[in-house]
């Protein structure tokens, strides 16, 4: 299987949450733990793996979307016609130092 491909025309802003990943260079994967984050009735389904290094610290990388804004806007009479790219997700990245 071949890894997916970076979009050119996108970027990464500096408050996206994506780039404390470049803190796991040089670090020494421990343990890995995989399973689906606690949430509340209301959020969807979120895969969560919490990685930890040698250093003790641990890296939670959890997702996140915007489907609460979507069904909200449905929910207020918006747009049925949802196409792939009105849905975003994104990485939660949580540091324990």
């Known amino acids: 299987m071949t890894l997916p ?3 050119n ?3 990464v802003e500096a408050n996206y949450s ?3 990943a470049r803190e796991m260079v040089g670090k020494t994967v421990k343990s890995v733990q995989i399973g689906f984050q606690k949430t509340g009735v209301q959020v969807h389904q979120t895969e969560m793996l919490i990685i930890t290094f040698t250093d003790d610290t641990q890296l939670a990388i959890s997702t996140g ?6 069904t909200s806007l449905i929910g207020r009479g918006g747009s049925c016609e949802l196409k ?3 849905f975003h997700v994104d990485f939660d990245l949580t540091w324990q130092r």
């Open 18 to 20: 994506i780039n404390q």
């Open 9 to 11: 025309d996108l970027q």
């Open 5 to 7: 491909k970076f979009r």
């Open 84 to 86: 792939p790219a009105d």
């Open 65 to 70: 979307s915007n489907v609460v804004n979507i």
